[in-house]
């Protein structure tokens, strides 16, 4: 018998615990001609803000050893366009949408938030904390415990009530468990870890940085280690609090070990841009593995590396310990 792959996410049932990262699949549409986007556990959108914007300069795109830079900014159609256009169209679909929603203010965010309440058929809120402050000289609110919660908490408070809200927390802190308490502490029914790390290229050709914003965001294979420290630390500190794992994650194999560290479910990014089908290859691969485990569910596996009986330890993993 296949293993029950449903996924929670607070108050939100997912038929499965694989979805696509903040992003790497547009609107959707894009993704829709590879993939049946109601098959996918849920999309997460490109991050949201009030206004439309264009993005960052050209070049923004780098590639690295295992894994690539971005610099692409905070590009979309801003919310208005997004729920006339973009969201109905997902629903229609048959898709789950989690919006992500960025803003350069607190109030940006609660503006968002609200704007959300009044629609119907958003699974869950991301909040993209790695946002420039701009009441704070640009300073990203996701390095700062403090300017984390305060928008954490202006969200929950503007969110309808049956919304979970998701904290995505940038890796770039010293003690992402301090941001991690001070967001749930503010009411974040979940977390989401990892956004990209900020990294830096220069073309020795040429002398100069590749990017014309000089850094960019390092996504990819090359920072999954990181993410499955930073859910692995979550865990620890919150067990009971969902955490969608995200970060290099290119086989089913990746997604159990984030699942293993505590993900309650995972979310394909950079290795959507090289395999559109991406997202469907590793729910298949993840079900392999999980029946090569002798897990009977995919929620058997959470936190299973912790040791620590969070539910019934699957055969197979209890033949080998
Ligand atoms: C081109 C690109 C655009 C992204 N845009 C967003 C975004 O709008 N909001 C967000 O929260 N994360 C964004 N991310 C970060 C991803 O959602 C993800 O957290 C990160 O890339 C790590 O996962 P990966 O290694 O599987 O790509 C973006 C990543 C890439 C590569």
Redesign the pocket.
């Known amino acids: 018998m296949p293993a029950d792959m449903r996924a929670r996410l607070g108050q939100a049932e997912l038929p499965n615990p694989v979805l696509a ?4 699949a547009g609107a959707g549409r894009e993704l829709a001609q590879f993939v049946d986007v109601a098959r996918v556990g849920a999309l ?1 959108s ?2 949201i803000m009030a206004e439309p914007r264009t993005g960052n300069p050209t070049p923004r ?1 780098a590639e690295t050893p295992s ?2 830079l ?1 610099s ?1 900014g ?1 590009q ?1 159609p801003g919310i208005d366009a997004f729920l006339q256009r973009d969201l109905p169209w997902l629903l229609s679909r048959g898709a789950r949408v989690v919006v ?1 929603i ?1 803003g350069q203010s607190v109030r940006e965010y609660a503006g968002l938030a609200a704007r959300l309440s009044d629609t119907a058929g958003v699974t869950a809120i ?1 909040v ?1 904390l ?1 946002c420039p402050n701009a009441e704070d000289a640009g300073r990203l609110f996701a390095l700062d415990p403090q300017r984390a919660g305060s928008v954490i908490a202006v969200v929950r408070g503007s969110a309808r009530y049956d919304i979970p809200v998701f904290a ?1 927390l940038s890796p770039d802190v010293t003690d992402i468990v301090a941001v991690a308490s001070a967001c749930v502490a503010s009411g974040a029914d979940g977390l ?1 870890l ?3 790390l900020l990294g830096m290229a220069i073309d020795p050709g040429t002398m100069r940085p590749v990017l014309a914003g000089k850094y960019g ?1 390092l ?3 090359a ?2 280690p990181v ?1 499955v420290r930073c859910v692995w630390q979550a865990r620890a500190a919150f067990p009971t609090v969902p955490i969608i794992g ?4 290119r086989t089913g194999r990746d997604a159990l070990e984030l699942l293993l560290a505590g993900a309650s479910a995972i ?5 959507i ?1 090289h395999d559109p089908s991406a997202c469907s290859r590793v729910l298949r691969e993840l079900e392999e593995e999980l029946a090569a485990l002798g897990a009977d569910r995919v929620s058997d596996v959470i936190g299973q590396a912790h040791g620590q009986a969070g539910g019934r330890v699957p055969r197979g993993l209890a033949r080998r310990v």
């Open positions: 990262a903040a992003g790497c997460i490109k991050s795109l894994g690539m971005n692409v905070l979309g992500s960025a991301e993209n790695s995505k989401s990892i956004n990209t965001g996504s990819g294979p920072i999954r993410a995200t970060g290099g994650v979310a394909v990014g950079t290795e841009m």
